[in-house]
């Protein structure tokens, strides 16, 4: 257990559906990584937040936006959705400046 | 370019033997470091060993150990002693320096399937 928390586990949406991921760092990481990997692509970084703020940009989708909250939480949300953003997501955190991150157990997403 | 080549999508190895796989990238960073993640089919992405490019000796953590060649610019991942539930994708990442907001932000391989027969 990584101690990073993600929910849902699953989700099945349809295309044009609007989602939203939770995550929960590891207690005192600061730092939170959001992934997406998929057949295709492969495993893409999409967007880090530090203490709340917009760190690094990765492939991400103008449909997409993350958010940390003051809680350190942090919420990725998938908009308009289409076929193609069928994957699983992931979540990971770390101390800043800290080379190893810890990964969630991720949400699959389906879309249909 | 690919930054991270893993050239072996698929691995069969016999329970007990060492398995090597294999990891090439490209980088001009002198500054950089090499990453090895284990996905079971369950999922969950766990950290299997890490070294820099300016570590002397190459890293080990129990039975994994990375076979780091800068000339070569390699990264091989050294499973001994395989057991079945090594079975697993496993990626190769690497870091190249720290990105504008503090970080580390690794690229990851297309990753080798393994398959431990017993």
């Known amino acids: 257990d990584s101690g990073v928390t993600q929910t849902p586990k699953h989700l099945i949406t349809a295309t044009g559906q609007r989602v939203t991921l939770r995550c929960s760092p590891r207690?005192?990481?600061?730092?939170v990584y959001w992934y997406q990997q998929s057949l295709d692509q492969g495993l893409q970084f999409l967007i880090q937040?530090?203490?709340?703020?917009?760190?690094a940009k990765g492939n991400i989708l103008e449909r997409f936006s993350a958010q940390q909250f003051p809680d350190l939480h942090s919420e990725l949300n998938l908009s308009s959705l289409e076929l193609g953003d069928s994957a699983l997501y992931f979540c990971?955190?770390?101390?800043?400046?800290?080379?190893?991150?810890?990964f969630g157990p991720g949400t699959r997403l389906t879309v249909l | 370019a690919q930054k991270i080549t893993q050239t072996q999508p698929g691995m069969f190895v016999q329970e007990k033997e060492a398995v090597t796989l294999d990891c090439t990238y490209d980088?001009?960073?002198?500054?950089?470091?090499l990453f090895w993640y284990k996905q079971p089919s369950s999922g969950e992405m766990i950290f299997l060993i890490y070294?820099?490019?300016?570590?002397?000796q190459n890293a080990t953590e129990g039975r994994y150990s990375l076979n780091f060649q800068k000339a070569r610019k390699s990264a091989n991942l050294v499973i001994s002693a395989s057991q079945l539930g090594d079975s697993a994708m496993y990626f190769c990442a690497m870091r190249e320096g720290l990105s504008s907001g503090g970080s580390y932000i690794p690229t990851f391989g297309r990753g080798t399937s393994l398959i431990v027969h017993p």
């Open positions: 207690s005192g990481d600061l730092s």
């Open positions: 990971a955190s770390s101390a800043l400046g800290q080379i190893k991150q810890f």
């Open positions: 980088t001009s960073d002198p500054s950089y470091g």
């Open positions: 937040y530090y203490n709340g703020e917009e760190r």
């Open positions: 070294q820099g490019s300016y570590d002397q």
